[in-house]
Structure formats: structure tokens, C-alpha cells
């Protein structure tokens, strides 16, 4: 298949204990030439909870290593790293919420400074999915302000992991945001439902999972989002959240329905403004 357009899946995983580079294989074969690769839970490289900060450096060099592979066989991968936001539960089997959330913290400044060496281009954060405590809804917004705040300081973009989200949540996401003085166009919501005009009256922006539906209704309100499969690389669940082909299918799919400018602007003129990437085929 001839080449005639970048392809960018926003949020990935790739796990060498699952099908690793064969994923990736899939989407280059499928016509995908670019990834947003984000680093995974920490738990997924070892059965035991983290003990220290310092022990995310694991996840990180891993996802580093499989972007450097990545690219090897010919698909430009970008590193977004951090701390899962889920990992709050895991830490506060072993420590105190407090100290959790001193851990996680600590796992962002990590995450920063290869931001700042250039071996990243984002910061992964948020707040659970399922429900969870006042207290420990409140320790993970403290979290996910403070990776504001880093993000902000070196300016880098920051994905953000967390409930199902409405248009209050949107709001939510926001006004914090906000408040901590980061600049909302980097402000990436993953696994973004097709809300388009409540992410743009909020400046946030989504990251849309891609199912028919959603890209379909996302694109009735316009080209102000990016999509992704969520792929989570689990051998325990193949093909989860969407396979590595999906986004260069469903593109190629809908290109004689609204013509290669709409795609040329999702999967290059709003990477490179949100990320500060160069997106080149």
C-alpha cells in the first residue's frame, strides 16, 4: 500500500511480554507510521507493589527502549511517561495514602526530567476509573494538579487518565488545569468520548477512542481531536482495548467519505501543536 499520509495512534501501549513489536508490525503493515507510546502500570513488571520511587525508572527505560526498537522498523514512536493513576490503590496496600501520593509525586519528577533530556514529549496522569474513597479521590485530583504544575513548568503536554467523562468532568479537568497554570490545549483527555464541543469550550483537549461511532460523530463536530486504540498489549486479553490496526482502518476507511484534509489535520497539525513534535512521513 502506498504511503500518502501520516497515521498517529494517541495512546498506546506495547509490552514485551505480550505481542511486543509483532503489535507494531501490525500497524505499520495496517498503514500506521506513528505512536504516541505510553509507559505502562508499574504492576505489569512485577508482581509486587513499587517500595520506592526510584523503581518507575524500570517502566521508563522499558517504554524508551521499545520506542527506540520501534522506530528501528520504521515507526516513529513518542514516549509519554508517568505514574497510573490506579497505582494510588496499589501503594496504599503498602503505605499510607500520604506517602502513596509522595511516591506517585516523585514518580512525575522522574518522569519530568526525561521530558527535559528530550527522551519524552508528556507526562501520563489522572485519577482512578472506578470509584474509590473521598480520601483517595482527593489525594489523586493533589496528584494530578501537581503533574499539572510540572507539565507547566517545562512545558510539555500531559495525558490524562480518568473516570468516564461527561461534560462535568470535562470542566472539572479544566478549572484545574487552570488553576495550576497549565496551558489547556496540552491538556490530552484519553479514551475521550466524541464530546468535541465540550472539550473545545473547555480548551482541553480529547483523545477519542476509535470505534466507528465515536470517530463518525466525533467528525460531525469537526477535526479538533486525535485518535487512539488504547491497546494495552495484555496476552489476558488480546486485542484490548482496540488492535493496533484500528486507527489506520478506520482512517483509510473514511477517507472518500470526508477527503485527506480532515486526517491530515488529526493525525499531524494537531499532534505537532499539542505535542511540539514534527509528525513527517
Not at 181 to 210: D, Q, Y
Not at 224 to 243: C, H, K, Q, S, W
Not at 273 to 280: A, G, L, R, T
Request: hydrophobic share 35%.
Amino acid at each position: 500500500m502506498k504511503q500518502i499520509m501520516p497515521i498517529l495512534d494517541n495512546h498506546m501501549h506495547i509490552d514485551p511480554r505480550g505481542r511486543g513489536l509483532n503489535a507494531i508490525k501490525d500497524f505499520k503493515n495496517a498503514g500506521g507510521t506513528h505512536i504516541i507510546l505510553v509507559s505502562k502500570p508499574s504492576w505489569t513488571l512485577s508482581a509486587k507493589t513499587i517500595e520506592n520511587s526510584n523503581e518507575y525508572v524500570a517502566v521508563y527505560e522499558e517504554t524508551i527502549d521499545i520506542a527506540k526498537k520501534a522506530r528501528e522498523i520504521g515507526v516513529t514512536a513518542f514516549p509519554v511517561l508517568g505514574v497510573h493513576p490506579a497505582e494510588i490503590t496499589k501503594l496504599t496496600e503498602s503505605f499510607k495514602p500520604k506517602e502513596a501520593v509522595e511516591i506517585m509525586k516523585s514518580g512525575i519528577d522522574i518522569a519530568a526530567n526525561y521530558v527535559k533530556e528530550q527522551y519524552a514529549i508528556g507526562i501520563k496522569s489522572g485519577r482512578p476509573h472506578y470509584p474509590v474513597s473521598t480520601e483517595i479521590l482527593d489525594l489523586s485530583n493533589e496528584v494530578m494538579e501537581y503533574a499539572f504544575e510540572i507539565c507547566a513548568e517545562i512545558n510539555c503536554a500531559v495525558q490524562l487518565h480518568t473516570e468516564d467523562t461527561d461534560e462535568q468532568t470535562i470542566i472539572d479537568i479544566s478549572k484545574r488545569a487552570r488553576k495550576k497554570g497549565m496551558p489547556l490545549e496540552k491538556v490530552v483527555k484519553h479514551f475521550s468520548p466524541p464530546l468535541i464541543s465540550e472539550f473545545t469550550n473547555a480548551g482541553i483537549f480529547p483523545s477519542v477512542l476509535s470505534s466507528k461511532k465515536a470517530i463518525d460523530t466525533a467528525l460531525e463536530c469537526g477535526t479538533r481531536f486525535m485518535m487512539e486504540t488504547d491497546y494495552i498489549d495484555d496476552n489476558n486479553r488480546p486485542g484490548a482495548v482496540l488492535g493496533p490496526k484500528t486507527v489506520p482502518k478506520r482512517t483509510f476507511s473514511l477517507l472518500d467519505i470526508y477527503g485527506e484534509e480532515v486526517f491530515w489535520k488529526i493525525h499531524k497539525d494537531n499532534p505537532e501543536k499539542v505535542y511540539d513534535i514534527k509528525i513527517e512521513v
